[in-house]
């Protein structure tokens, strides 16, 4: 049981630890208010020194120094991170249009190395001049029925066409010997077993067996060397109309490193051959640098046979008769010596040169550099006049 009294004074110890407190309160923050205005005056001290480094540096670096507040995100600078859709089309490898990514970004400045087919009309003709004259020789060759097509017409670098050659296969290298230079000839292994099937008696209807992982046999190399060899005699024969050059065939490889007739970089025109005999055949690719093709480029150009470049009969007759209308200078050379050049600069006004010439001496008419004529020189009227005696020949010039 409790008492009134023991209540009043748990009243007055209740009451005790709160006046306490709210005293110490009120010291704490008189005590808070005064380190704040310390702090402050303090800081202000501080703000003042780095405002002085600020100005230092400033001072030392110039302009460089405000650079990191762009770094750091400052104001107009962007900090958008790209999609994967915006970068895939930026480097031009945009899915959803694959037939254009070599025209876009970064694809487009990485593929500008590629070179492009330059248009040689008479090269097409000679092509396919060449597939008739080989559908011949091979079904005479290989006495079957068989097909020659040209498949397309292309232009690679010389190390992009190694990389791409499906092994195994036979690498023919021959050379035109007017041209001075070689060529490619590559012979597929369906091709190739094709052609020894039916040449040692393999039935009709059968496919060619492939037996991969071993090297050509000597009979199998010896067959397709000479297919190779009727092959270049055709070739040369499709040029022939053009230019007369004789394809003579070199050596047989089995191995890209060895066949390398050219430098990686250069470019070539590759042209690709289907030889079907009924239901065996395969594809051979005819290889011939740019390089080899030079010295026949121009009548390649030509959109036809004995197509001329520039000749205009009309254009022709219309320049000769300006030309004989053209004004021309005709110098007359009295005398000629031959000074040394102290003396040249020890001339003044009033020197004179002693010339040899007499007036019965003959002069040059010179128009240019070259000697004319040849004349007398004498007076009509008041002036001085040349009466031209004889015209002189080339012999003469090249004598003189």
């Known amino acids: 049981m409790t008492s009134l009294g023991d209540e009043v004074d748990d009243d007055v110890l209740a009451a005790e630890p709160e006046t306490s407190t709210a005293e110490g309160g009120a010291d704490d923050l008189e005590g808070q208010e005064g380190l704040e205005a310390s702090t ?3 800081g202000g001290d501080d703000l003042e020194d780095q405002e002085g480094l600020a100005e230092e540096w400033e001072s030392m670096m110039g302009d460089g120094g405000r650079g990191s507040e762009d770094d750091t995100g400052g104001e107009g600078v962007s900090t958008r991170v790209l999609s994967q859709e915006e970068i895939d089309s930026l480097l031009g490898f945009d899915a959803d249009n694959s037939a254009d990514n070599q025209n876009s970004g970064i694809q487009a400045i990485l593929s500008s190395a590629n070179i492009s087919y330059e248009r040689l009309p008479m090269l097409e003709v000679v092509f396919d001049r060449l597939v008739r004259l080989m559908s011949a020789s091979l079904r ?3 006495s079957d029925n068989v097909e020659v097509s040209l498949d397309n017409i292309a232009s690679m670098r010389f190390g992009d066409y190694l990389n791409s050659i499906p092994l195994p296969a036979m690498l023919n290298v021959f050379k035109a010997e007017e041209w001075d230079n070689h060529g490619l000839i590559t012979v597929d292994s369906s091709l190739i077993y094709s052609i020894v099937d039916v040449l040692l008696g393999g039935r009709r209807g059968s496919a060619a067996m492939r037996i991969e992982g071993r090297p050509y046999t000597t009979i199998e190399r010896s067959l397709i060397e000479r297919m190779i060899h009727l092959m270049l005699a055709d070739l040369s ?5 053009l230019s007369q050059v004789n ?3 070199d050596r047989l490889e089995t191995n890209p490193r060895f066949a390398t ?3 990686p970089s250069n470019a070539t025109i590759v042209t690709r051959l289907r030889v079907d005999m009924e239901d065996r055949g395969g594809r051979l690719d ?9 010295p026949v480029r ?3 150009l030509q959109m036809f046979m004995g197509e001329k470049f520039g000749r205009d009969s009309i254009w022709e007759t219309h320049l000769a008769e300006e030309l004989w209308m053209t004004e021309v200078d005709l110098e007359a050379v009295v005398d000629t010596q031959i000074m040394r050049l102290s003396e040249v600069f020890n001339l003044k006004v009033g020197s004179r040169i002693m010339l040899s010439a007499t007036p019965d001496s003959d002069i040059y008419l010179n128009c240019g550099n070259i000697q004319m004529y040849t004349g007398r020189m004498g ?3 008041d002036r001085i006049a040349i009466r031209i005696g004889d015209r002189v020949s080339k012999t003469t010039i090249n004598e003189i």
Do not use: H, Q, W
Not at 237 to 241: K, L, N, Q, R
Not at 286 to 294: F, H, R, S, V
């Open 261 to 263: 007739i050219s430098r």
């Open 140 to 142: 005479n060759f290989t």
């Open 379 to 381: 007076r009509k009227g």
């Open 286 to 294: 005819l290889l011939i640098p740019y390089a080899t093709l030079e």
């Open 298 to 300: 121009e009548l390649l």
């Open 40 to 42: 402050a005056g303090d």
């Open 247 to 249: 394809f003579r065939f």
């Open 237 to 241: 024969s499709a040029f022939e109309p």
